[in-house]
């Protein structure tokens, strides 16, 4: 069932559930060794992706404690591009974020506006009043971007936001 507040769209990009279609994209960027380096997730199986993008494209989203994941599609060919994690705290008044983008789509603003949009989706859909990040410490790109969304740096282990 997909949620009211999905698909939105900004100029380069639409947040979106996933669909079986995506397979092959998501399958193409999740194979992608130097995408996974900083990631949390392995590549998986066509099988185990197909499973993972139906329990997603049904998945009710935001549920407190439980990561979900939500599509980047370009918003020109809706093809998707990437993905955001999200999880809200048990205590509902924070939310992390994780993000992926294919290598193509990267450097063009799409990442940018995609993870913007998911912030602004979090704070009209849940009570959160605190949105952070994880990244590792050598993942420049994504510290920039993130500086570039005026988020806070706070050094820890790894770079946090």
Not at 26 to 46: E, I
Request: aromatic share 8%.
């Amino acid at each position: 069932m997909t949620p009211d507040f999905l698909p939105q769209s900004g100029k380069l990009v639409t947040l979106r559930q996933f669909r079986p279609e995506d397979l092959k994209s998501f399958q193409a960027y999740r194979h992608d060794l130097k995408l996974g380096l900083y990631q949390g997730w392995s590549p998986q199986t066509d099988e185990v992706a197909a499973h993972f993008l139906e329990e997603m494209s049904r998945a009710q989203l935001f549920v407190p404690g439980q990561w979900c994941q939500i599509g980047i599609a370009d918003r020109a060919t809706d093809n998707l591009i990437g993905d955001i994690g999200v999880c809200i705290q048990e205590a509902r008044t924070e939310a992390e974020i994780g993000f992926t983008l294919c290598s193509a789509s990267q450097g063009l603003g799409m990442g940018s506006e995609s993870v913007s949009l998911c912030i602004r989706i979090i704070f009209e859909q849940t009570p959160v009043d605190r949105v952070f990040a994880i990244t590792d410490s050598r993942n420049e790109p994504a510290i920039r971007m993130l500086e570039r969304l005026s988020m806070q740096r706070i050094q820890a282990k790894g770079a946090v936001f």
